[in-house]
């Protein structure tokens, strides 16, 4: 028998991932560690959406398979960003020599 | 193994057809271009060092033909008044205001590919993958507008993010432009989290992913299950649409990208992934909170978008043209004027929401209008900038324009109609579409609105007027180069074909108004 998560227990941890990946791209300088925050935001709401899916599953929707391919595509979509993230880093770090945010600051105004 | 088993007696799903592919041929035909554009690059030779000057034509000319050939398909769905088709399981719905933002698209993509010859060959980088990403963020913009299940909103916006973002580092030699493309990478992908999370809320309040299906039950007057979390989801939703169009808050990566990128990506952007964003916008605000469609469903819905997309308008008009006038750039003052359209167009979407299904007003007539000269301006701005400059360093400033009416003409001439149409001055098309978008706001109650939108507007004409003073008046100054001028005739075409059509929409816009009136959402 599974322990019993309750729907609203994922919501919080989901939340609280969520926050840190928006902490994480707001307030880090090194690019990779933004990269991966912004990564962790996206699996924190597959965490949430995956766990509305699980609690709605007694009320039977006619398709159950709803959230499940939504969470799929999304972590198709992640990793999709994670190649072009890093393709545009390593543009970056070839002409700026830097993978610190606070200086690649050309364009202001 | 009990599961297994369900599923193999299942009756059998409903499946995608061939009927599926045919609906969204518009924007099959896009993808192939771009995938030919792409293979056709490899037989191509590579340039001799001086570089010839047709360059790759094929490649221009099989794309251009694969966005004229979308686009004729467009327009053949709007004219024969086809009926709203929805397939992939009810993923994509096409009526004809997924096809009028479409259309809208399509034409920044071709204007795009026009121009971008010239300024691929001045930097050495014409290469097949900028038209194929040209292409593909195009078909996934048509998408985008036709999506109808949350899936599928989240999926077209990350594929036209993503070809949009390497679009913008495109020229990765130059250091301003891969800024600039990191730049919206980072911000773009903090807004798609927020989206994303709004539509896992709407999901979790609504028990549905199909967004048709969503907006019957609240219609028929069956409450959310969860009305707090639908109104955060919703808000959740606006938050990221709002950092996709570039609206005030969420404004950061605008200026910063629209200055990196190259003046003909720069157009495209503004033109098509903001027409496609406000095309989901304007869909999910009247699927959620306009007048009639979720009456008696949701009313806090409709409140939260009502007071949010008002709010935003507010603030983005004043706040785009209050920075424009700042700007010593040319380029980045038209990137604040874009921020500034932004907030005109939300009054759009405002004015939308009050109108009643069936009723006179059509939701986002005044919207769609505008965006078709707003299209127009910016393209022909931008491309009118991409041709200024020599080899591979661009000429932005203000004060370099100087002198350009005596030294070229036709080009000065052709960005004084611009200016004059951006500054809603008659008989332009800008004109006629701030005059819509504000007689909407006034007519459906939202009469603030449309006080500081022409108040705003007002501030604007100097901004738009500095550059026409630059152009035609202020003397060259000695320390600056000549104002030197690098076209060829597709970006010399893109640039006369767009200010004659700004002023030819200023002297018939009864036309073009009734056709957007026609193709607003029902």
């Known amino acids: ?109 | 193994m009990n599961g297994l088993f369900t599923i193999l007696d299942a009756p059998a799903a409903p499946a995608i057809g061939w009927d599926d592919l045919g609906g969204i041929l518009p924007v099959l035909v896009l993808l192939a271009t771009g995938s030919l554009a792409l293979v056709l690059d490899l037989f191509l030779k590579e340039e001799a060092s001086p570089p010839v000057p047709a360059g790759k034509w094929p490649l221009s000319f099989v794309s251009l033909l694969g966005t004229a050939v979308a686009g004729a398909l467009l327009c053949g769905h709007i004219g024969a008044a086809g009926k709203p088709w929805s397939g992939f399981l009810g993923a994509v719905q096409v009526d004809l205001f997924s096809d009028a933002i479409g259309l809208i698209v399509v034409l920044g993509a071709a204007f795009c590919l026009l121009g971008a010859g010239d300024a691929l060959r001045r930097r050495g980088i014409e290469q097949g993958e900028f038209h194929a990403l040209v292409l593909y963020a195009a078909a996934s913009m048509v998408l985008f507008v036709q999506s109808a299940s949350l899936v599928m909103v989240f999926l077209s916006l990350e594929a036209l993010s993503m070809a949009v973002y390497i679009l913008t580092a495109f020229q990765r030699d130059e250091k301003r432009a891969v800024e600039g493309g990191l730049k919206y990478f980072v911000l773009g992908g903090l807004s798609s989290g927020f989206l994303l999370l709004g539509l896992a809320f709407i999901y979790g309040a609504t028990r549905s992913t199909n967004l048709t299906d969503i907006a019957g039950a609240l219609a028929g007057g069956q409450p959310p299950a969860d009305s707090s979390l639908l109104v955060a989801g919703l808000g959740l939703t606006l938050i990221g649409l709002a950092f996709k169009v570039g609206a005030f808050p969420f404004h950061a990566w605008v200026p910063d990208a629209y200055e990196g990128a190259m003046s003909v990506v720069t157009g495209f952007m503004a033109v098509a992934v903001k027409a496609a964003s406000f095309g989901v916008l304007l869909r999910v605000a009247v699927l959620f909170g306009g007048a009639g469609a979720s009456g008696p469903g949701s009313p806090e819905a409709r409140g939260a978008l009502l007071a949010g997309i008002s709010g935003l308008a507010v603030v983005t008009m004043i706040f785009g043209n209050l920075a424009a006038l700042a700007q010593s750039s040319a380029k980045r003052m038209l990137a604040y004027s874009a921020i500034a359209h932004t907030g005109y167009l939300l009054v759009g979407a405002v004015s939308a929401m009050e109108a009643r299904p069936g009723g006179e007003q059509a939701a986002g007539a005044g919207l769609l209008f505008y965006l078709f000269p707003y299209a127009l301006m910016s393209l022909g701005a931008f491309i009118c900038l991409s041709h200024l400059g020599e080899g591979a360093e661009d000429r932005e400033s203000i004060d370099s324009l100087r002198g350009l009416a005596e030294r070229h003409p036709a080009h000065a001439l052709a960005l004084l109609v611009i200016m004059v149409s951006f500054a809603g001055i008659p008989p332009t098309a800008g004109f006629w579409g701030k005059l819509f978008i504000f007689r909407e706001a006034i007519a459906t109650g939202h009469w603030e609105l449309a006080l500081v939108g022409i108040l705003t507007s007002i501030v604007s004409v100097y901004y738009y007027l500095r550059l026409v003073v630059a152009m035609y008046m202020l003397p060259q100054e000695g320390g600056l180069p000549a104002p030197s001028l690098e076209a060829r005739i597709g970006g010399k075409l893109a640039l006369a074909i767009a200010a004659i059509a700004v002023v030819l929409v200023g002297l018939f816009p009864g036309i073009f108004f009734q056709i957007s009136a026609a193709c607003a959402l029902r």
């Open chain 1, 1 to 109: 028998m599974i322990p019993h998560l309750s729907l609203s227990f994922c919501l919080y941890v989901s939340a609280a991932l969520f926050a840190i990946g928006v902490y994480g791209v707001l307030s880090r300088q090194n690019l990779i560690v933004i990269l991966m925050s912004l990564e962790l935001m996206l699996n924190a709401v597959n965490l949430s959406t995956i766990a509305f899916g699980r609690a709605f599953l007694p009320a039977s929707p006619p398709d159950p398979s709803g959230p499940q391919v939504f969470v799929v595509m999304v972590l198709a979509v992640a990793a999709a960003e994670a190649a072009v993230g890093l393709s545009i880093l390593l543009a970056v770090f070839r002409k700026w020599r830097t993978t610190h945010a606070g200086r690649i600051d050309m364009l202001k105004g």
